[in-house]
């Protein structure tokens, strides 16, 4: 079956330090994979999606990033963090059939 | 992507059956309407997905009039841990190569005791 990994959970870093979020997908090729950002009491945010290996579509412009090495990992960066940046990131990954399945998240506090 | 509408929120009591409408006026011919809960600091959990009429499984119902301009989420007889946002969206499944779920704010449903 496949799942989706994602870590850490939680994350506390402080304003200008550098971010690195992982995501991987198992029991599945080729996925479309993607992370969101929700801000406290808010909706979801598509940050960036990603169609294969090297392929990024960026929906915000932001002090994020987003890269995709391998075809199952999908990794969000930043350079230096902003308080701006904090909330619950998550990955989410879709296969051939119909329904996107997400990870348990990562609530990053900046501060 | 068509654009979804939906209550804020709403509130319930145990037992009681939740329908929680959405609206999607230009929504695409190929486009599908899924729903999704979500529970605090958690991902999103794919509840239900349809085209057109009526589909059901093990958790919910989703109602779907000919026009498909709306849809009606029905939580039958729920229970305290029913209490969670639920989300409507609409996008074309079989675009796998193009789609992104755009979400909106979602329903929040209160269910008390």
């Known amino acids: 079956s496949q799942t989706i990994h994602q870590w850490p959970a939680t994350l506390v870093q402080p304003v200008g330090s550098p971010l690195s979020l992982e995501c991987t997908v198992e029991?599945?090729?080729?996925?479309?994979l993607y992370w969101y950002r929700q801000a406290a009491g808010r909706g979801l945010q598509l940050l960036f999606y990603?169609?294969?290996?090297?392929?990024i579509s960026s929906e915000v412009p932001q002090n994020l990033s987003a890269s995709r090495p391998q075809d199952r990992q999908f990794i969000l960066s930043s350079k230096k963090l902003l308080l701006s940046d904090s909330g619950f990131y998550l990955c989410?990954?879709?296969?051939?059939?119909?329904?996107?399945?997400f990870g348990s998240g990562t609530r990053l506090t900046v501060v | 992507l068509a654009k979804t509408t939906q209550p804020i929120s709403m509130d319930s009591y145990e037992g009681q059956e939740v329908n929680i409408t959405c609206s999607h006026n230009?929504?695409?011919?190929?486009?599908?309407i899924t729903w999704y809960q979500q529970f605090p600091s958690q991902g999103p959990r794919f509840i239900i997905q349809?085209?057109?009429t009526k589909v059901t499984n093990e958790v919910a119902s989703l109602f779907i009039p000919a026009d498909r301009k709306s849809s009606t989420l029905s939580l039958p007889r729920v229970s305290l841990s029913d209490t969670a946002v639920y989300y409507c969206?609409?996008?074309?499944?079989?675009?796998?190569?193009?789609?992104?779920?755009?979400f909106g704010t979602g329903t929040r449903l209160q269910v008390f005791p």
């Open positions: 029991g599945t090729s080729n996925p479309n």
């Open positions: 349809g085209y057109k």
């Open positions: 989410a990954w879709r296969g051939v059939n119909y329904g996107y399945t």
């Open positions: 969206l609409v996008g074309d499944s079989g675009s796998y190569n193009t789609d992104k779920l755009i």
């Open positions: 990603s169609v294969g290996i090297g392929q």
């Open positions: 230009n929504i695409a011919t190929n486009d599908y």
